[in-house]
């Protein structure tokens, strides 16, 4: 009867598993989902109402067809109580049975089918409702509940105004449901259980029959809260922005992917000149670039659109730009790229630097005067210095000069009458010899025996007369040498102190000067030195040009002195605008760095007794100041020494009469 039954069954499309026994049954629908199962009342190991129990709370869905005799027909009414789908009376037509599962089977999609459409509406995150003809909930889903916090037992049977925010709102739902054929979709504000008010969208759609009468209607309720925030905040930061951009003193100014200006704030207007409608959507380098740049600014904007990158991007830099009317103006640009949607735009932050570029200049052009002052103020100073040196060393020399001039006078009396004293003297013994010579003459004739000739003799050998006789005239001579040497010390003592000043001012010839000196010593020059001649070309100086020769005579010895061996002397000589230098140096011994200082002073020598009388430089430094000229030297130890010797070419009047 089964092998039939499943013969036939596969014949129909259907595909069928067949069991001997209840626990075979139940064992295959432990395996297997059926969507019937054909259960007989009888069986052999347990009751069919058990198997069919059993097999249910393994599948839900399974609908039972109960086969039975006459004899249990109660038994029948039972099991279709409990829940199987129909039960057939023993012996059954077959077109019954496939009548019963075809039956089966739909039921048990339309049983699938609302459980899906039940599952869907309770898990689903959308809040939906149902509602009769008239509006009174029949239906809410979890996610109602969640929202309005009213569950499905405290709507059913209510009205919507249950959500309703006031009387005045009451009325409009219906009636616009009403005016649009039952469908709605609006916001609306609606009241939760707790009393809070939320923003809601609202759709409504009616479900109707056949001939179009409303049966109920479906509701979907979306909380707008959430976006109400923000847009909310969305406004309000636009608000912000728009402040910001308004009351900015910065030019804050957008440009879409084409690289068209399309935003350009009240500060942008002010800085270029240009209002906001003149710019928007055009170029912005061809009004407000100089041509110039151009190049770089495309360059810049092309990378930018394209991928939000380009060296200028987030960089802060210093260009040209032009207001309306042409005038350049540096400003300060900080660009930044803003990715929106799928391209990029760019947006710039201008800085109009012009007062603070002038200031810059401004400071810069303080800080050059400054360091100019501050320059000058050095090179005063330096002068300061030098002057005050000059000063001191000619308040020394003045002190010295006062002194030395009374030493001169002192000393030129007492030095004239032992010069002529001396003088007298040399005549008196030169005569004295000529009557010892007679004498002698007349000695010879003398008898040699004489006692007196004896003693004369004896007299002659002691005090040794031959040689004294010879050296009485070498002793004058030194003597009148040395008288030589006081006279020459006396008269430069006089030079010195400006004793005697008879010369005259006139324009005379410095290089005639030097080569008449450069004759006089030439015997104290010629062994020992090479003299070369530099000679530049010198106007006519005015000078007292005698008194110029000894600074000259001085400097030259002094070059000769030094040069111990054999050396050179260089003499060189050139004119700066109303100054003439002569410049004398040597390859001699060098000054000492701590002699250097002492050099001018009247007196200080270096040079053993008799050779140096620490003179010199002191009278040249005297006749140079004077000239109201200077005097500088440069010397190095062992290489030698440089002294140069400037002088006005001219003489102001009243200081050429002080001399
Ligand atoms: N060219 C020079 N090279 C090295 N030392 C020098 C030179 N000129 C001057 N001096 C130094 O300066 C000192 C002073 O020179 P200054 O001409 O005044 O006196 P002096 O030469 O010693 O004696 P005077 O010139 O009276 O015979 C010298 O003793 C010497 O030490
Ligand atoms: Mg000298």
């Known amino acids: 009867m089964r092998k039939i039954l499943s013969d036939i069954l596969r014949v129909k499309g259907y595909a069928s598993v067949a069991a001997g026994s209840g626990g075979e049954a139940i ?37 039972a067809i109960i086969l039975t005799g006459h004899a249990s027909m109660d038994s029948a009414i039972e099991a279709t109580r409990r829940g199987a789908f129909s039960y057939l009376l023993k012996p059954y037509q077959v077109d019954d049975l496939l009548l019963n599962i075809r039956h089966g089977i739909d039921r048990r999609q339309a049983q699938a089918e609302i459980r899906r459409l039940g599952e869907a509406l309770r898990q689903t995150q959308q809040a939906i409702v149902i509602t009769d003809a008239d509006l009174n909930f029949e239906y809410a889903n979890p996610a109602f509940t969640r929202l309005f916090g009213y569950s499905l037992d405290e709507v059913t049977g209510k009205s919507v105004e249950l959500l309703a925010v006031d009387a005045g709102l009451n009325s409009v739902l219906p009636a616009a449901i009403a005016t649009e054929k039952g469908r709605f979709n609006g916001e609306a504000l609606q009241r939760t259980k707790d ?21 109920n209607y479906v509701g979907s309720l979306t909380d707008l809260s959430d976006l109400k925030r923000m847009e909310e905040s969305l406004r309000e930061s636009e608000e912000k922005f728009r402040s910001i951009s308004a009351s900015a003193k910065d030019a804050i100014i957008m440009l879409d992917e084409s690289g068209a200006v399309s935003f350009w704030n009240a500060a942008a207007e002010t800085i270029f000149g240009y209002s906001s409608d003149e710019m928007l959507g055009k170029y912005m380098h061809k009004l407000c670039a100089p041509e110039r740049l151009h190049k770089i600014y495309l360059a810049g904007l092309a990378k930018l659109v394209a991928n939000g990158q380009g060296y200028p991007v987030g960089q802060t830099l210093e260009l040209a730009a032009l207001r309306k009317g042409g005038g350049e103006f540096p400003v300060e640009v900080s660009l930044s790229a803003v990715r929106h949607k799928d391209h990029w735009l760019a947006i710039g932050i201008v800085r109009d630097i012009s007062e603070r570029k002038q200031a810059e200049q401004k400071a810069q052009s303080y800080v050059e005067e400054l360091t100019r002052a ?41 030095i004239g009458f032992i010069k002529s004293n001396t003088q007298t003297l040399g005549k008196y013994v030169d005569e004295l010899l000529q009557v010892v010579r007679a004498y002698e003459q007349v000695e010879a004739l003398l008898p040699q025996h004489s006692e007196l000739f004896a003693e004369l003799h004896r007299i002659k050998i002691q005090i040794r007369f031959e040689y004294k006789k010879r050296d009485i005239l070498a002793l004058l001579d030194e003597s009148n040498q040395g008288l030589e040497r006081v006279t020459k010390i006396v008269s430069n003592l006089k030079d010195f102190s400006h004793m005697e000043s008879q010369d005259k001012w006139i324009m005379d010839d410095i290089h005639k000067g030097i080569e008449s000196t450069l004759n006089v010593i030439w015997n104290e020059l010629k062994y020992t030195c090479e003299v070369k001649k530099e000679y530049g070309v010198l106007p006519p100086v005015e000078c007292m040009l005698s008194q110029l020769n000894q600074v000259f005579m001085n400097l030259l010895v002094n070059a000769s002195q030094a040069i111990e061996t054999k ?33 001018f002073d009247p007196f200080f020598t270096t040079k053993p007794v008799g050779k140096g009388t ?10 140079i100041q004077k000239h109201h000229g200077r005097i500088e030297v440069e010397s190095e130890v062992g290489k030698g020494s440089t002294f140069r010797v400037w002088l006005p070419i001219r003489q102001s009047h009243d200081t050429a009469v002080v001399a």
Not at 195 to 203: E, K
Not at 583 to 599: A, C, R, V
């Open 27 to 63: 064992a295959e629908a432990e395996r297997e989902n059926f969507s019937v199962a054909l259960i007989d009342l009888m069986l052999p190991d347990m009751s069919g109402l058990d198997v069919m129990a059993r097999i249910k709370s393994l599948s839900p869905l399974t609908e």
């Open 567 to 599: 050396g050179a002397i260089t003499i060189r000589t050139g004119a700066i605008e109303d100054q003439v230098w002569i410049e004398i140096s040597d390859t001699g011994m060098g000054i000492l760095p701590e002699n250097i200082k002492s050099i």
């Open 614 to 623: 620490g003179l010199g430089l002191s009278v040249s430094y005297n006749i």
């Open 374 to 414: 501050n320059a000058e103020l050095h090179n005063l100073n330096a002068k300061l210095t030098q002057a005050h040196n000059q000063l001191v060393q000619s308040e020394k020399m003045a002190s010295i000069g006062m002194l030395a001039a009374g030493v001169a006078h002192e000393i030129n009396n007492p």
């Open 195 to 215: 009393g809070r008010t939320i923003p809601i969208l609202l759709d409504v759609s009616p479900v109707v029959d056949e001939q179009g009468t409303v049966l």
